[in-house]
């Protein structure tokens, strides 16, 4: 018998992975279910235990609404209490985009990640799109991640902390590009002040 991924109840047969009084917690319309199922049937399916969880949250990246929201949840309520590196890192990301309130959630992850941080597969990205697996690029390159903690750092005003993600950023696009520099040099007067 399988759980709901949300609320862990036990799941009707006609049910797939979210019940569906989560379903209609979300709103989803019957379109946007068959897209989750389709989601999850091929994250479960084609992404190895290790991966899911980073190959999950770069996924839903380009998602939006109900859909977006419902895996986001889902994302945080199966790995927020793994301490897989990992995992860690697809929470940190998931609450990196949520909610501006999230920010310290997305921090204490990151941070949690970064004391053991271990290399980030590839992954048949958006594979859930046209159902091929082609193509394989890392879930996420370390520079967008260092990138988008960068942006967190700043506006949790932890400047050095941001100053130290963008120099990440640079030594992983060899410094080629100018913006790291031009971000670097706004949070150095920013800390000024």
């Given at each position: 018998?399988?759980?709901?991924?949300?609320?862990?109840?036990?799941?009707?047969?006609?049910?797939?992975?979210?019940?569906?009084?989560?379903?209609?917690?979300?709103?989803?319309?019957?379109?946007?279910?068959?897209?989750?199922?389709?989601?999850?049937?091929?994250?479960?399916?084609?992404y190895t235990d290790e991966a899911r969880s980073i190959c999950m949250s770069s996924s839903t990246e380009a998602i939006v609404?109900?859909?977006?929201?419902?895996?986001?949840?889902?994302?945080?309520?199966?790995?927020?209490?793994?301490?897989?590196?990992?995992?860690?890192?697809?929470?940190?990301?998931?609450?990196?985009?949520?909610?501006?309130?999230?920010?310290?959630?997305?921090?204490?992850?990151?941070?949690?990640?970064?004391?053991?941080?271990?290399?980030?597969?590839?992954?048949?990205?958006?594979?859930?799109?046209?159902?091929?697996?082609?193509?394989?690029?890392?879930?996420?390159?370390?520079?967008?991640?260092?990138s988008t903690f960068a942006k967190i750092y700043k506006a949790e005003k932890e400047y050095d902390k941001s100053i130290k993600?963008?120099?990440?950023?640079?030594?992983?696009?060899?410094?080629?590009?100018?913006?790291?520099?031009?971000?670097?040099?706004?949070?150095?007067?920013?800390?000024?002040?």
């Amino acid at each position: 018998m399988k759980n709901c991924l949300l609320c862990r109840k036990a799941l009707a047969p006609s049910e797939f992975y979210v019940c569906q009084e989560c379903r209609e917690k979300y709103a989803l319309m019957d379109h946007e279910s068959e897209f989750l199922n389709k989601f999850l049937d091929i994250s479960f399916n084609e992404y190895t235990d290790e991966a899911r969880s980073i190959c999950m949250s770069s996924s839903t990246e380009a998602i939006v609404r109900n859909c977006r929201k419902i895996l986001n949840d889902i994302i945080i309520e199966m790995y927020s209490e793994s301490v897989k590196p990992l995992d860690l890192l697809a929470v940190a990301l998931t609450y990196a985009r949520k909610y501006s309130a999230d920010r310290p959630l997305a921090i204490r992850y990151f941070e949690e990640y970064l004391q053991n941080p271990v290399s980030i597969p590839a992954n048949p990205h958006f594979a859930w799109l046209d159902g091929s697996t082609n193509s394989k690029r890392p879930a996420y390159s370390l520079w967008s991640i260092y990138s988008t903690f960068a942006k967190i750092y700043k506006a949790e005003k932890e400047y050095d902390k941001s100053i130290k993600c963008l120099e990440e950023c640079i030594r992983h696009d060899n410094g080629t590009n100018p913006a790291d520099f031009t971000r670097i040099e706004e949070i150095k007067r920013l800390r000024r002040t």
